[in-house]
Nanobody, 126 residues
Framework: QVQLVESGGGSVQSGGSLRLSCRMS????????MTWFRQFPGKEREGIAC????????FYVDSVKGRFTASQDTAKATFYLQMNNLKPEDSAQYYC???????????????????WGQGTQVTVSS
């Protein structure tokens, strides 16, 4: 089993920055992929940043590319999402999610992720 605990959400003005953290515990060696999702009210969760744990590869959707950066601190078993130049349309509930190895893995597909953080709210005011 793997547990994920998120922190770092909050309120910020447009143009500001926040850093989300996602600390893993348990059988973390099984984790190959970590994706950050966000969910707007009444909408499905959408993946925005994916980090391949073993290789360090990063992938981003266009709406956050150049503003958000995913990273990991292996020693702390913690993943981060640095969010810069935040916009009001970034306001959402943010989740980290972890997946084990899967040859058919889809980095933006929520059902491919077995482990989820509890979520943290990000609110950006104009």
């Amino acid at each position: 089993q793997v547990q994920l605990v998120e922190s770092g959400g909050g309120s910020v003005q447009s143009g500001g920055s926040l850093r989300l953290s996602c600390r893993m515990s348990g059988n973390t060696d099984r984790i190959y992929y970590m994706t950050w999702f966000r969910q707007f009210p009444g909408k499905e969760r959408e993946g925005i940043a994916c980090f391949y744990v073993k290789s360090g590869l990063e992938f981003y959707v266009d709406s956050v590319k150049g503003r958000f950066t995913a990273s990991q601190d292996t020693a702390k078993a913690t993943f981060y999402l640095q969010m810069n130049n935040l916009k009001p349309e970034d306001s959402a509930q943010y989740y980290c999610a972890a997946a084990v190895y899967n040859p058919y893995f889809s980095r933006w597909k929520p059902t491919d992720f077995r482990y989820w953080g509890q979520g943290t709210q990000v609110t950006v005011s104009s």
